[in-house]
């Protein structure tokens, strides 16, 4: 009887979804080529992965808890500047797409992300 049990309990722990952490994100910077800026809303986001200030050289506008995308391929194209929407990190993504190489200001961390529906 206590194998089964414990052959049950595998089984169950083995069908757990493993649910990366969502975050709230506005996009504050809509650049030129892709080139946009996300700032984090959520305190428990990983700080060493944004800017915790960071100033935009052609507006002079400062901004906290910033990153640059770096997922452009992908980035939904509904999304404005001024547009808040969820996200999670996303490591193992890969931009394979084309983008113009026109330089507009942005944080010089960046982050791969994928926007939640």
């Known amino acids: 009887m206590k194998k089964i049990a414990f052959i049950l309990g595998l089984f169950l722990l083995g069908c ?6 969502s975050f709230s994100g506005k996009l504050v910077v809509q650049g030129v080529c ?24 052609f507006s002079q506008i400062d901004y906290e808890n910033v990153f640059a995308l770096e997922s452009v391929c992908d980035f939904p194209e509904n999304i404005k500047e001024g547009d808040s929407f969820s996200f999670i990190i996303d490591n193992e993504k890969k931009n394979q797409c ?5 330089y507009s200001s942005v944080p010089e961390k960046s982050v791969s992300i994928k926007v939640e529906d």
Do not use: R
């Open 34 to 57: 892709m080139n946009y800026v996300i700032q984090v809303n959520d305190i428990d986001f990983p700080k060493d992965l944004i800017e915790q200030k960071w100033s935009d050289e």
């Open 98 to 102: 084309t983008v113009c190489l026109a």
């Open 16 to 21: 757990t979804t493993d649910k990366s952490e």
